[in-house]
C-alpha cells in the first residue's frame, strides 16, 4: 500500500489535534489547578498548570500558550506583577491575559496590570470558558 500525502494528512489530523488552543493556569491553589485542568480539558482545551508565578514567564515562553489565567494572590508572588511582566516582554506580550481572584475591586487590579481580562471567584464555569473564548477567536 502507498502512503499518499492525503493518508498521511489525514491520518496527522485523526491523531493529533493541532487546532487545539493552548491555556496556562497559574494558580498557588492546586485544588483550583486539577479542577481548571480537568474542565479547559473537557472544553477541548490543551491545559499546562502551574502553583509557580517565578514559573510563569518561562512556562509562557516553552508552552507558548494562547492565553493565560492568572490569579492575582500567589504565595511568593503577585499577579499583577506577573502580568506586567508578561505584558513587557517581547515574545509573550501579545498573549491574552485573563486575571482571576476574590479581590473585590476589578478596576484597581486592572489599573495595576496590563491584563486583558477579569474574571471574579468564585466564577460560572460557563462564563470562564465563554471569556477565554472571546479572547482567542479575537
Not at 34 to 49: H, T
Not at 68 to 77: C, E, M, N, Q, R
Not at 82 to 106: E, M, Q, R, W, Y
Request: charged fraction near 20%; hydrophobic fraction near 45%; proline fraction near 4%.
Amino acid at each position: 500500500m502507498w502512503i499518499t500525502y492525503y493518508n498521511l494528512m489525514s491520518w496527522f489530523s485523526y491523531c493529533c489535534d493541532f487546532s487545539m488552543k493552548r491555556i496556562l493556569v497559574v494558580d498557588d491553589d492546586k485544588d483550583i489547578l486539577n479542577i481548571l485542568k480537568l474542565i479547559l480539558q473537557m472544553n477541548g482545551f490543551e491545559v499546562m498548570v502551574t502553583p509557580n508565578g517565578e514559573e510563569a514567564l518561562s512556562k509562557s515562553l516553552s508552552y507558548s500558550p494562547q492565553l493565560v489565567l492568572l490569579d492575582v494572590f500567589l504565595s511568593g508572588s503577585d499577579g499583577r506583577d506577573i502580568c506586567n511582566v508578561l505584558k513587557g516582554h517581547p515574545l509573550t506580550k501579545d498573549i491574552p491575559v485573563v486575571i482571576f481572584s476574590a479581590h473585590s475591586n476589578l478596576e484597581d487590579v486592572l489599573k495595576v496590570c496590563n491584563a486583558d481580562d477579569f474574571i471574579s471567584k468564585p466564577f460560572d464555569i460557563n462564563e470562564l470558558v465563554e471569556k477565554i473564548n472571546q479572547h482567542l477567536v479575537a
